[in-house]
């Protein structure tokens, strides 16, 4: 069974930092990309990051400079470091795995809410 298992989410002000953590299980973890998405109430689900096992990094250019993806390959864990956040943040943030040879077999957490205020 599968299990992406999010965690580290919460309150912050504006300026501030959070750290996401994703916990997967149940997979052979260097076979997929680890991804991070968002959606904030009335938006749609969003890119923010992405990572390959061998460390490739995408970020949305509305992150770049600010966020940080990177993984574990030991501890299957991908990790998305928030610094200087801002309350266009504020979303509900998933944990993705996409294979990396079935680009249609993906995985998706139960999300954790990142809210920061002004």
């Known amino acids: 069974q599968v299990q992406l298992v999010e965690s580290g989410g919460g309150l912050v002000q504006a300026g501030g930092s959070l750290r996401l953590s994703c916990a997967a299980s149940?997979?052979?973890?260097?076979?997929?990309?680890m991804g991070w998405y968002r959606q904030a109430p009335g938006k749609q689900r969003e890119l923010v990051a992405s990572?390959?096992?061998?460390?490739?990094?995408y970020h949305a250019d509305s992150v770049k400079g600010r966020f940080t993806i990177s993984r574990d390959n030991a501890k299957n864990t991908v990790y998305l470091q928030m610094n200087s956040l801002e309350p266009e943040d504020t979303a509900v943030y998933y944990c993705?795995?996409?294979?990396?040879?079935?680009?249609?077999?993906?995985?998706w957490g139960q999300g954790t809410q990142v809210t920061v205020s002004p």
């Open positions: 993705n795995a996409r294979h990396r040879d079935a680009t249609t077999t993906m995985h």
């Open positions: 149940g997979i052979v973890f260097s076979l997929y990309i």
């Open positions: 990572i390959t096992s061998g460390g490739t990094t």
